[in-house]
């Protein structure tokens, strides 16, 4: 029940080719394959791919997706936030794996020597001279003197660092390891720190879909970052591409609503769940994003969620649940 509800019957006027789907899926890899395949046949039946639309209610419910689209070169763009190679954060992760993959790249190490505190370009430079002269093992910065602001910092780094260079741990231990290391800079660089938090959680979850660190760093090939905020944009060089959208224009051929709905925390936003007047705000976002689509609409509804808690920074087992968002079950009463 809606306890403020305007009481309303809504109709459509035209006839549409289907009805609207809730798409079970196991997980979120499922997910991501299953909207690409849906998109790239609508696109076979004529409809560009500028006609259809990704919605989602917080900007790192895409990331997983952003990702696969990414390795299959199809192009998109994103509106409502950064695009998640795009994100400083999630650079920041990247260039430590970049880093201990390839001692030899000094613009990882430029960019994760600076996450530090009080080592500017200076004292960076005099740190990748010293890598440099010692042959480029990293256990050498063990002897290297880093500034006195850095000073509880720099063990952490290299205890890291030595860690995951052997490529010996799973990836995603990997992930979780600069993720422990990171939650600090995290919270003293970035605003939103628990929001880009999320980033990083995804980016752990995504790397158990690769089988070695260089396979992932590859398919995820990163250009040295000219900006740490640079807004994801319309691409370049396409003339067509998929649209992610936190909320969308009338007139969509497609409406596919992304991971939204899947659990309470997710819509509503785990963020805006205080009374019942941000509840009512929340079931309101959803039903808007409901009644977007012109022709098709998909809401995709995976069974599987690996819950994490930021706070928690040692890495754990992966969990699993299942949570339908409350909206859904008024829906099916």
């Not at 909320?247 to 991971?259: A, E, N």
Request: proline share 7%.
């Amino acid at each position: 029940m809606c306890p403020h509800r305007y009481n309303k019957d809504l109709f459509s006027t035209r006839a549409s080719r289907q009805k609207p789907r809730l798409v079970t899926l196991v997980d979120e890899d499922q997910q991501s394959d299953y909207l690409i395949r849906q998109c790239l046949e609508h696109l076979e039946a004529g409809i560009p791919l500028k006609r259809q639309a990704v919605l989602f209610r917080a900007a790192h419910h895409s990331d997983a997706l952003e990702v696969e689209l990414s390795r299959r070169n199809i192009p998109f763009v994103k509106y409502g936030g950064l695009k998640f190679l795009e994100a400083a954060h999630v650079k920041d992760v990247l260039s430590i794996l970049r880093l201990v993959e390839n001692p030899r790249d000094t613009t990882s190490a430029f960019r994760v020597l600076q996450l530090l505190d009080g080592v500017g370009p200076a004292h960076a430079k005099r740190a990748i001279a010293h890598l440099s002269a010692s042959g480029h093992a990293l256990e050498s910065w063990t002897h290297f003197q880093p500034p006195a602001a850095a000073a509880e910092q720099w063990p952490a780094l290299i205890k890291m660092l030595a860690l995951i260079a052997p490529d010996a741990l799973p990836l995603s231990e990997q992930v979780a390891q600069v993720r422990q290391f990171y939650g600090p800079v995290l919270e003293r660089r970035y605003d939103q720190s628990h929001v880009r938090a999320r980033d990083i959680e995804q980016l752990e979850q995504i790397a158990r879909n690769f089988t070695s660190r260089s396979q992932m760093l590859s398919d995820l090939t990163l250009d040295p970052p000219a900006s740490t905020q640079d807004l994801a944009g319309p691409p370049l060089r396409e003339e067509d591409y998929l649209i992610f959208r936190r909320s969308i224009r009338q007139g969509m051929r497609v409406g596919l609503c992304l991971r939204d709905p899947r659990r309470d925390g997710n819509i509503p936003s785990d963020m805006s769940t205080g009374d019942a007047e941000q509840i009512e705000e929340e079931r309101r976002l959803f039903y808007v994003a409901l009644t977007r689509a012109k022709d098709f609409l998909e809401v995709c509804f995976p069974l599987r969620y690996y819950p994490k808690k930021w706070s928690d920074r040692t890495p754990t087992p992966s969990s699993h649940g299942f949570c339908p968002s409350r909206f859904l079950s008024a829906l099916k009463g």
